[in-house]
């Protein structure tokens, strides 16, 4: 008989992506703690341990895993700015089901520490008003993507596939940056 392989430990990592899987698959109503623990093949209490705040740590942890972007400081305030959009725009759409939690959710952790790192950034290469940036930015960046899940059939649930890559959004996402980085040169 071979010998059992030991249970995979239990980690706020783990739990975040299995988390990210059913919301993104079944919908963010359908993640509770049980069919959560159901995934990792534990009891839902063993969820606690690693987030004592249950159900509510695990949807600040979700938002915070989609919105606390960081990219290097590029040549000039519009190249980095253009990184962080389209690094924040690419997350945002590999977990539709957990975009409403990033519209919501007011940013603390990791991602107000990426927010400041932004500010800090744009200000550094050169932009006047880099926390007002930022926050146009982040809005420019949350719209797109929910326009985009929402005329992609992903919630939808009479479609069967939904479209994840859209080159008409890709072409709209690029001239909506370039209008608004010019925009914001003035």
Do not use: N
């Amino acid at each position: 008989m071979p010998a059992k392989r030991p249970p995979v430990p239990l980690s706020r990592e783990r739990i975040i992506e299995a988390a990210l899987h059913i919301a993104d698959s079944q919908g963010l109503r359908r993640l509770t703690m049980r069919r959560l623990g159901d995934a990792l093949q534990v009891e839902a209490m063993a969820i606690y341990h690693h987030l004592p705040r249950g159900k509510e740590a695990l949807m600040d942890a979700l938002a915070e895993h989609v919105t606390a972007v960081h990219v290097e400081q590029g040549p000039s305030w519009q190249e980095t700015a253009k990184a962080w959009c389209r690094a924040s725009r690419e997350l945002l759409r590999d977990h539709p089901g957990v975009l409403a939690l990033a519209l919501t959710k007011p940013p603390k952790g990791a991602t107000a520490l990426a927010i400041r790192e932004q500010v800090e950034q744009l200000s550094d290469g050169g932009l006047g008003d880099a926390p007002e940036a930022v926050r146009a930015l982040r809005a420019f960046v949350f719209g797109s993507v929910a326009v985009e899940v929402q005329q992609s059939g992903w919630a939808d649930p009479e479609v069967d596939e939904w479209v994840r890559r859209d080159e008409r959004a890709d072409v709209d996402f690029e001239r909506g940056l370039d209008a608004l980085l010019k925009g914001l040169q003035t």
